[in-house]
């Protein structure tokens, strides 16, 4: 079902607001179908960091501004692991934040809030374990602290990723605006 939303008087098109998402229904969205053209936007698989979005909510979360949770689940021929280390693979720790950056975004056009997506920055990333090919299900949350409304749409959230029910690292201050 797709809903109309006015934001600063600009109508666009979004999908209906769900509490989850299925990888099928992620996909739509990096295929720019989910928000309209012009507006937030997954990657692809193989860039695409996660399989489903398990919950997100607009109250709630540490700061009550609002959370996403989504998960990916691990196989040992992911294309990462047999170059992030020969001989010691890992999930690059940059893949992991830049699923925190995706899932910000996404949530900012789930808001219905228009703009092309992109991340700014981060704050504090503490890293205290690895992503490895033993590993069965990698899990994010994203807790937001302030979603600003002006020039741009900008959310600031602080993020940790799980490995097998294991902080493995943390990011504070995620921040990802949406730009007309």
């Given at each position: 079902m797709i809903c109309?939303?006015?934001?600063?008087?600009?109508?666009?098109?979004?999908?209906e607001q769900k509490s989850s998402y299925t990888h099928e229904e992620v996909l739509t969205c990096g295929r720019g179908e989910m928000f309209g053209p012009g507006n937030a936007q997954l990657p692809l698989p193989p860039m695409l960091m996660f399989d489903r979005i398990t919950d997100i909510s607009e109250t709630g979360g540490e700061k009550g501004?609002?959370?996403?949770?989504?998960?990916?689940?691990?196989?040992?021929d992911l294309w990462f692991f047999p170059c992030h280390f020969e001989g010691d693979p890992v999930m690059p720790g940059c893949l992991g934040l830049d699923a925190l950056w995706q899932l910000t975004g996404f949530y900012l056009g789930w808001l219905g809030e228009p703009g092309k997506g992109r991340a700014i920055s981060t704050g504090?990333?503490?890293?205290?374990?690895?992503v490895t090919p033993e590993?069965?299900?990698?899990?994010?949350?994203?807790?937001?602290?302030?979603?600003?409304?002006?020039?741009?749409?900008?959310?600031?959230?602080?993020?940790?990723?799980?490995?097998?029910?294991?902080?493995v690292f943390t990011a504070q201050d995620l921040r990802v605006a949406l730009f007309q």
């Open positions: 109309v939303s006015k934001t600063k008087g600009v109508l666009i098109n979004m999908a501004k609002g959370y996403i949770r989504a998960d990916f689940k691990i196989h040992k504090e990333v503490k890293f205290t374990g690895m590993t069965k299900l990698v899990e994010y949350e994203i807790d937001f602290k302030r979603v600003m409304r002006g020039r741009l749409v900008l959310g600031i959230a602080n993020g940790q990723v799980k490995a097998d029910g294991e902080t």
